[in-house]
């Protein structure tokens, strides 16, 4: 093997060697973006837990005594759904005697 052979040869191996240097280092920072986007979504996740069990305590410690309503005032809106049902089915039925021409 000549001298010009045997030192484009040393070259070639140096040069894939940093290129295969590269290479994985390249591997290992997507690894590292992907590791960091993860315990991103940890972090983010925890934080939900945290507030949202936060919020069921409070909800909890600040529950107030709901209003039971009065039987008059659920008969009289009883009625008045009722009233309303009625209203709407004579409606109909007038809309439905005008177009047959009744």
Partial sequence: ???TE??????GLLI???G???WFMLLDMRDAR????RQH???RRAAGDQFLSSFRVYRLE???ARAVPHPA???EASVRGCELSVYAALDRLDNVARREGL
């Avoid at 992907?34 to 986007?37: K, L, P, S, Y």
């Fill in 34 to 37: 992907r590791e960091t986007a």
């Fill in 62 to 64: 600040n529950r107030t």
């Fill in 73 to 75: 005032e659920v008969l």
């Fill in 1 to 3: 093997m000549t001298y």
């Fill in 41 to 43: 979504r940890a972090r």
């Fill in 16 to 18: 894939g060697a940093q």
């Fill in 20 to 22: 295969m240097a590269i």
């Fill in 6 to 11: 045997t030192v484009t040869f040393v070259a």
